[in-house]
């Protein structure tokens, strides 16, 4: 069952300027929400979170949107690098369960 | 602090075989999880232990299996591997933030290859 969904598998953006990464979810129990970031050959790297009673979190060039109603989150980056480039991985967790969405590969070019 | 290390880091086997992947957790993280990560698959989860208990599952048939040992350290194992299982197998060691919510370290994983 597939509870959190991330319906682009790829992304290319331009360096410079902004990446937008899309990410769904049908469990409303859900109640906290990351985004993780993964390299070839790593793990994945926690990135951003946030609690469902917000609806923005920013952290530098990285900011993480919450609408709970359309149970729908998004991770922006501006300005987008080439260092960004990686997959993404958007995460959802309820009490004791944590569910991850397939991935978006993000490639920004120079 | 150490991070989250996963051993061995490339592995192969033919069908039928069993495999034994192991992951030692963050100094004084209790719980573990694993998952497989495969391509367009994303990262699918398998179980999660804390302090020797299974305390969740994920959809994966009864020949993925796992246990944690008293010291944290866990071990998954996969019988009678198919094609399909080849995949990169994840572990991750969690310590519980403000709130009760979970923040995960992941290890390098373990490509496993099936031929």
């Known amino acids: 069952d597939q509870q959190v969904k991330q319906n682009s598998p790829s992304l290319s953006v331009q360096e410079g300027r902004i990446s937008i990464l899309n990410c769904d979810y049908t469990?409303?129990?859900?109640?906290?929400f990351l985004w993780y970031k993964k390299y070839p050959a790593e793990g994945p790297t926690f990135l951003i979170s946030?609690?469902?009673?917000?609806d923005k979190n920013e952290d530098g060039r990285f900011t993480v949107f919450l609408n709970k109603s359309a149970k729908h989150l998004s991770l922006h980056i501006v300005p987008s690098q080439p260092g960004d480039s990686a997959v993404y991985f958007c995460?959802?967790?309820?009490?004791?369960?944590?569910?991850f969405g397939a991935g978006t590969r993000l490639t920004v070019k120079p | 602090k150490a991070g989250v290390t996963q051993t061995p880091r490339y592995l192969i086997k033919t069908r039928g075989q069993q495999v034994t992947l192991s992951c030692s957790p963050i100094?004084?993280?209790?719980?573990v999880s694993w998952y497989q990560q495969t391509p367009g698959q994303g990262l699918q989860f398998l179980f999660e232990?804390?302090?020797?208990?299974?305390?969740n599952k994920g959809n994966f048939p009864g020949r993925f299996s796992g246990r944690q040992f008293s010291n944290s350290r866990s071990e998954m194992n996969v019988s009678t591997l198919e094609l399909g299982d080849s995949a990169l197998y994840l572990c991750?060691?969690?310590?519980?933030?403000?709130?009760?919510?979970?923040?995960?370290?992941f290890g390098p994983g373990t490509r496993l290859t099936v031929l």
């Open positions: 991750a060691s969690s310590v519980v933030l403000a709130g009760g919510v979970n923040e995960q370290f």
């Open positions: 469990n409303s129990m859900f109640d906290y």
């Open positions: 946030i609690s469902s009673i917000k």
């Open positions: 995460a959802a967790s309820g009490r004791n369960d944590m569910r």
């Open positions: 100094s004084g993280h209790r719980s």
């Open positions: 232990y804390f302090s020797e208990t299974q305390r």
